[in-house]
């Protein structure tokens, strides 16, 4: 397997006034391509700091972040839009779609600044939406607008795939969909996902899974047979 993500040492302090956070404490772990790997906290344990790092929203303060070869803690703000444009497909929990966009543009939209981009019209049929590519987002509901929304970062054809707690807007077997989705889209196009969520009940459905606890790794497991997402009850 490539490894596709080595974050090493990796520390996120915030300063507001007198005060320093500690979101981030010598992180480190590596994510081979085509994993499926959950990342796992309570509130306030530097899920989303991780996940802004990685998706190069927000930058590190020390350590390294090796994505695809190279060490995007050292990127410059031009060279960090560039890596979130091409290289990282987000998958947010309330879909952040384009209202006045209908679901294909949706997908296009984000698909045509891409350079290897796949096909917009087939990666909405892949995710059932073929019949509805010409609604709005406020006509579809939410498990169908977080259908576009993966549809959306899955046509730019990233290196990686980011989702902040994709099922937490969505009852309990919209949620499954979404999760079993992800999994075939993970199979399917062989992308690296990383998912972040609160929930240690999704553990099993995915290769690896990082716990992360006051802002450090209090554990990494690796699941030599992942759940099928059908079989998972929480
Ligand atoms: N911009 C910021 N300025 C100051 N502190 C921050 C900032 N962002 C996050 N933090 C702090 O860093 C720590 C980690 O926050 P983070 O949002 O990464 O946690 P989380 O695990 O994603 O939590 P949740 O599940 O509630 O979203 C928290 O103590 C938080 O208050």
């Not at 490539?2 to 320093?20: D, F, L």
């Not at 499926?36 to 190069?56: D, E, H, M, R, Y």
């Not at 998958?91 to 966009?101: A, E, M, T």
Request: glycine share 8%; charged share 20%; hydrophobic share 40%.
């Amino acid at each position: 397997m490539n490894q596709i993500i080595s974050m090493k040492n990796v520390g996120k302090q915030y300063i507001i006034g007198e005060i320093t956070i500690d979101a981030l404490k010598d992180v480190s772990f590596t994510i081979d391509e085509g994993e499926f790997v959950i990342i796992l906290g309570a509130s306030g344990a530097g899920k989303t700091t991780l996940l802004n790092i990685l998706g190069g929203m927000d930058s590190a303060t020390s350590g390294n972040v090796m994505v695809g070869g190279e060490n995007i803690r050292l990127y410059n703000d031009n060279q960090l839009t560039r890596y979130r444009r091409d290289k990282v497909g987000f998958v947010f929990q309330f879909y952040n779609l384009i209202s006045n966009l209908n679901a294909f543009e949706n997908v296009e939209f984000a698909a045509e600044v891409c350079k290897n981009h796949l096909d917009p019209r087939e990666v909405l049929a892949r995710v059932g939406l073929a019949e509805r590519a010409q609604n709005f987002p406020p006509q579809l509901s939410g498990g169908e607008q977080q259908r576009v929304a993966i549809a959306r970062a899955v046509a730019k054809n990233p290196l990686l795939l980011l989702c902040d707690e994709p099922t937490g807007a969505l009852d309990y077997q919209t949620g499954k969909k979404v999760l079993s989705l992800l999994a075939e889209v993970n199979m399917t196009y062989h992308k690296t996902i990383v998912l972040i969520t609160h929930n240690s009940l999704l553990s099993p459905i995915a290769d690896k899974v990082i716990r992360v606890k006051s802002g450090q790794i209090e554990s990494i497991e690796i699941n030599p047979h992942r759940m099928d997402v059908k079989e998972l009850e929480w």
